[in-house]
């Protein structure tokens, strides 16, 4: 029986280098998850398991992993939401699947997470009008509205991005930060992103 031909040792080679050379880009910047693709409730859930389980053998003192861990949640809630660039239909209020990204890191002593994923351009004034006032309030005025916001009953166009934003607002040790950058060639798209410093 004929044995498979091997691939050319340079491919091979090749093939580890750009491996190695993403691993090495990560680890310097200290890179400890990284997900790029569709997310929907079910991968969610296991990228959740997972991180949990990293946390917890990290050794972060349990506030810090628990701050983590609902912010990584909120965060794949919203591109599960409001991400433009789904593979089930828009009016699908369920099972949705949508694409974008997630990052935890460590800068400067600290955790944050960084969240990106594209929404339509009419999107962007709701969402600033959202974000922006957290970024003044105390921590006892976002603990405030946190409660507020659970007490109140949700409009029905919301899919409980308030509390999202909240609940990083309140689990942040500064105050969130976000842009909107334009998609080239796509006037109607923008991409959003969110960091958050634990």
Same mark, same amino acid.
């Given at each position: ?9 340079? +491919? !091979? #080679? ?7 050379? @993403? /691993? ?5 910047? !200290? &890179?400890?998850?990284?997900? &790029?693709?569709? @997310?929907?409730? !079910? *991968? ?12 917890? %053998? ?29 593979? #089930? ?5 369920? !099972? +949705? ?5 997630? /990052?935890?890191?460590? +800068? ?6 960084? /969240?990106?994923?594209?929404?339509? $351009?009419?999107? +962007?004034?709701?969402?600033?009008? #959202? ?24 409009? %029905? ?5 308030? &509390?999202?934003?909240? #609940? ?20 109607? $798209? ?6 958050? *410093?634990?």
């Amino acid at each position: 029986m004929n044995q498979p031909e091997l691939a050319p040792l340079s +491919e !091979h #080679t090749m093939i580890y280098q750009q491996y190695r050379d @993403f /691993c090495e880009a990560a680890r310097q910047r !200290h &890179v400890i998850f990284y997900y &790029v693709g569709y @997310f929907s409730q !079910h *991968i969610v859930g296991a990228m959740a398991d997972a991180l949990k389980l990293r946390l917890e %053998v990290s050794g972060l003192a349990g506030p810090t992993r628990r701050k983590l861990f609902s912010s990584f949640v909120e965060m794949a809630q919203n591109i599960i939401h409001y991400s433009d660039d789904s593979l #089930t239909p828009p009016d699908l209020d369920n !099972h +949705e699947v949508r694409h974008g990204s997630v /990052c935890i890191g460590i +800068e400067n002593d600290q955790y944050y997470l960084l /969240c990106a994923n594209p929404i339509k $351009r009419g999107l +962007e004034a709701t969402l600033r009008q #959202t974000v922006e006032p957290l970024r003044t309030m105390t921590l006892e005025e976002i603990k405030q509205a946190y409660k507020e916001a659970l007490r109140s009953e949700s409009p %029905v166009d919301s899919k409980g991005a308030g &509390v999202g934003f909240l #609940t990083m607002a309140r689990d942040a040790s500064e105050p969130l930060e976000f842009e909107f950058v334009p998609m080239p060639g796509e006037p109607d $798209r923008s991409m959003f992103y969110i960091k958050a *410093i634990i």
